[in-house]
T-cell receptor
Framework: GAVVSQHPSRVICKSGTSVKIECRSLDFQATTMFWYRQFPKQSLMLMATSNEGSKATYEQGVEKDKFLINHASLTLSTLTVTSAHPEDSSFYIC?????????????FGPGTRLTVT | DQQVKQNSPSLSVQEGRISILNCDYTNSMFDYFLWYKKYPAEGPTFLISISSIKDKNEDGRFTVFLNKSAKHLSLHIVPSQPGDSAVYFCAASANRDDKIIFGKGTRLHILP
């Protein structure tokens, strides 16, 4: 199956700083990438959908100025959590889909655990 | 408003027996349903799916049943194996290009 990687796998940062998370599709071209977050014992919540070369589409309630998404190439999307606060601590997961696939044929990365102190 | 509901947070099943994970949904527009399996500190991996035009889909030890009138689906794993211990997410989408809505997951423990 297709491989999606995330970096870093775990990050601890101080409140007020910014953190960048990378999502890469390793063996296919991902025209669309999705960013999710998951709180403990909760479902994966879609934050935004990004298409290569265009602005991301954010879900209702997700602050686009706080969660900056860049999808500059067909293999890389980044999520930057700006001015992080403790309530931003969560498990962030990206997924990727090739241009030929339908939405539900997404391949997920291993996730990034963000802890804001 | 939870559109995809997994009402059992956890389930324990003896190795070799059948595991049945249940899922209910509220949106009648959903026409594609998926099950994902997730290990700790890993992303979900696709397990099996079913289109709304079918009521059953089977893949090896995994079978998904869909009851559209009841807005209910279930995942059967038989026989259950130790490696099946994981969190299972039920998910649904309203059309081929729509976003996927996930349930909260059910943690399955396979007992030796």
């Amino acid at each position: 199956g297709a491989v999606v990687s995330q970096h870093p796998s775990r990050v601890i940062c101080k409140s007020g700083t910014s953190v960048k998370i990378e999502c890469r599709s390793l063996d296919f071209q991902a025209t669309t990438m999705f960013w999710y977050r998951q709180f403990p014992k909760q479902s994966l919540m879609l934050m935004a959908t990004s298409n290569e070369g265009s602005k991301a589409t954010y879900e209702q309630g997700v602050e686009k100025d706080k969660f900056l998404i860049n999808h500059a190439s067909l293999t890389l999307s980044t999520l930057t959590v700006t001015s992080a606060h403790p309530e931003d601590s969560s498990f962030y997961i990206c997924s990727a889909r090739s241009g030929l696939a339908v939405t539900y044929e997404q391949y997920f990365g291993p996730g990034t655990r963000l802890t804001v102190t | 408003d939870q559109q995809v509901k997994q009402n059992s947070p956890s389930l324990s099943v003896q190795e070799g027996r059948i595991s049945i994970l249940n899922c209910d949904y509220t949106n009648s527009m959903f026409d594609y349903f998926l099950w994902y399996k997730k290990y700790p500190a890993e992303g979900p991996t696709f397990l099996i799916s079913i289109s709304s035009i079918k009521d059953k889909n089977e893949d090896g030890r995994f079978t998904v049943f869909l009851n559209k009138s009841a807005k209910h689906l279930s995942l059967h794993i038989v026989p259950s194996q130790p490696g099946d211990s994981a969190v299972y997410f039920c998910a649904a989408s309203a059309n081929r290009d729509d976003k996927i809505i996930f349930g909260k997951g059910t943690r399955l423990h396979i007992l030796p």
